[in-house]
């Protein structure tokens, strides 16, 4: 079981919006630790997608975004695309167990 | 452009020692940064294992301290995960991945090996 809880799936039609949620407690999201997350598109390494809860690194498209509120952060993605379907983690760090924790991750299905 | 690369068995004997390399290029692994492994196990999420910073210093995920080694050869630009007397669940896809500085993510990872633990 996960540190931090994420949907197993989300889906939406090329053109939506789609948001995928990830809960932590007080000792990770909550206790001011930012939030970063990862695309890993089929058969490949996970790719750095978001980090410091808001940020994209050079050459991630601005479609992609991350916001971060008390315990929980989200990550939208707007003008779906049919590339955009990979499984999505989100990453953050723990103080109670002194170390880094993964979301369980998300499958994001373009219809 | 930082690149990395896993390498070692693809299977391994349960009770027997887990053994992988991560060789670096495009940066040094004595430099700035740290340096850390993850693993996938099939059909499950991602998992850290532990990470180890440029002064030595490592940190372990805490269901694992007991059986796992991080180190690095400055000579070879690698470090190397061991993981002790392995059972059927520590089969997974194991990543190394470069720590961003001064922050708790991950910026460049390997394409991941698949180690399997079976007799």
């Known amino acids: 079981q996960s540190v931090l809880t994420q949907p197993p799936s989300v889906s939406g039609a090329p053109g939506q919006r789609v948001t995928i949620s990830c809960t932590g407690s007080?000792?990770?999201?909550?206790?001011?630790?930012?939030v970063h997350w990862y695309q890993r598109l089929p058969g490949t390494a996970p790719k750095l997608l978001i980090y410091?809860?808001?940020n994209r690194p050079s050459g991630v498209p601005d479609r992609f975004s991350g916001s971060k509120s008390g315990t929980s952060a989200s990550l939208a993605i707007t003008g779906l695309q049919a590339d955009d379907e990979a499984d999505y983690y989100c990453?953050?760090?723990?103080?109670?167990?002194?170390?880094?924790?993964f979301g369980g991750g998300t499958k994001l299905t373009v219809l | 452009q930082v690149q990395l690369q896993e390498s070692g068995p693809g299977l391994v004997k349960p009770s027997e020692t887990l053994s992988l390399t991560c060789a670096v290029s495009?940066?040094?692994?004595?430099?700035?940064?740290?340096w850390g492994w993850i693993r996938q196990p099939p059909g499950k999420g991602l998992e850290w294992i532990g990470s180890?910073?440029?002064?030595?210093?490592?940190y372990y995920n805490p269901s694992l301290k007991s059986r796992v080694t991080i180190s690095v050869d400055t000579s070879k630009n690698h470090f190397s995960l061991k993981v002790n007397s392995v059972i059927a669940a520590d089969t997974a896809v194991y990543y190394c991945?470069?720590?961003?500085?001064?922050?708790?993510?991950?910026?460049?990872w390997g394409q991941g090996t698949l180690v399997t633990v079976s007799s």
């Open positions: 991945a470069r720590g961003a500085y001064g922050d708790y993510y991950f910026d460049f």
């Open positions: 495009g940066y040094s692994v004595s430099s700035g940064y740290y």
């Open positions: 180890l910073y440029h002064s030595g210093r490592t």
């Open positions: 007080s000792s990770n999201i909550g206790a001011g630790y930012d």
């Open positions: 410091g809860s808001i």
């Open positions: 990453q953050s760090y723990d103080s109670s167990l002194s170390g880094w924790v």
